[in-house]
């Protein structure tokens, strides 16, 4: 496995995978590697001849309220894991090398950007959009896997993906979900032992309440009984919607002309949950 931290090298690299017209995957990380982060690598293989993934926590998708530094690093860990899911190559920029003095372009992600997410940490698509349009220009890979854990943030790439024509298959890869249900994230570790017996609860509210719109009840009415039981429980939610899976649109009536989505992002002490299912 090679392991680059200069563009030259990555170049290099890359250059050597993709020969003949082999087709080059791409697993973009913030580090702190889970189980969900090692099936992206075995899609993206599926998909692919070789598979680079790139670790790199991002400033740039962070606010100035947001513990940058307190996001979970392990180099070596990450480096040994990928060694075992056989992964080609690691890609792991120094932050002078993404975003160099003087660099003044960012790129804005309009439509499935809105809301959400979109509203509780302003800007950070905006770094989301700007690191991975960089990561897939630097790296030229042919297929790029993303976990719909994240789904507004799979919307905004595939979105900025398609909008300025990069070359670039996005592949959706299924969220990966502890024995519990709880979906698998680098923040789940700063979960307290009692948040971490809680934490299913968001999970099973969600089936909960796409079960019952799918037999007819009230749509704000169950969200409205979905978020009161997360009060209850301790949790201090910030949305549970049901959107267009594309668009991220709020609907109030189960529509049956395209997929739909139930979102939630939760906090439950320090940490804040997201999850989301399909619905129908």
Same mark, same amino acid.
């Given at each position: ?10 170049? +290099? ?6 020969? !003949? ?9 913030? @580090? ?8 992206? %690598?075995?899609?993206? /293989? ?10 790199f926590v991002n ?13 979970? /690093? +392990? &180099? &070596? ?6 060694? @075992?899911?056989?992964? +080609?190559? =690691? ?28 509203d509780a940490r302003? !800007? ?22 993303? $976990? &719909? ?26 969220? %990966?979900? &502890?024995?519990? $249900? ?38 704000? @009415? %169950? ?10 429980? !301790? ?6 919607? #049901? ?5 991220l649109q709020a609907?109030? =009536? #189960? ?6 989505? #139930? ?7 320090? %940490?804040?949950?997201? +999850?989301?299912?399909?619905? !129908?």
């Amino acid at each position: 496995m090679l392991v680059c931290r200069d563009l030259p090298a990555l170049r +290099d690299a890359t250059a050597r995978l993709r020969a !003949g017209g082999r087709r080059l995957g791409l697993v973009p990380t913030m @580090g702190a590697l889970h189980a969900g982060h090692i099936e992206l %690598v075995a899609a993206a /293989r599926r998909a692919s001849d070789a598979v680079a993934a790139s670790i790199f926590v991002n400033p740039l998708q962070f606010a100035a309220n947001e513990d940058l530094a307190r996001y979970p /690093r +392990d &180099e &070596e860990g990450d480096l040994a894991k990928l060694h @075992g899911a056989g992964c +080609d190559l =690691v890609w792991m920029p120094p932050v002078a090398t993404m975003y160099p003095p003087g660099a003044a372009t960012v790129i804005e992600v309009a439509g499935p950007s809105a809301g959400w997410e979109g509203d509780a940490r302003p !800007g950070h698509f905006r770094g989301v959009a700007t690191v991975c349009a960089k990561l897939f220009l630097q790296t030229s890979a042919d297929v790029a896997a993303f $976990g &719909e854990k994240d789904w507004q943030q799979l919307q905004v790439v595939t979105r900025m993906a398609r909008d300025i024509d990069l070359p670039i298959r996005i592949l959706p890869v299924a969220t %990966v979900r &502890e024995a519990d $249900g709880l979906a698998m994230s680098s923040r789940n570790r700063f979960l307290s032992a009692a948040e971490r017996t809680t934490a299913p609860l968001l999970h099973q509210v969600m089936t909960r309440a796409a079960a019952e719109m799918l037999r007819g009840a009230s749509v704000a @009415g %169950v969200l409205a009984a979905g978020e009161a039981d997360l009060r209850a429980a !301790g949790f201090a939610p910030d949305y549970l919607a #049901l959107v267009e899976a594309d668009t991220l649109q709020a609907i109030g =009536v #189960l529509r049956s002309d395209g997929p739909m989505r #139930l979102l939630a992002a939760a906090r439950l002490g320090g %940490v804040r949950l997201l +999850d989301n299912i399909a619905v !129908g």
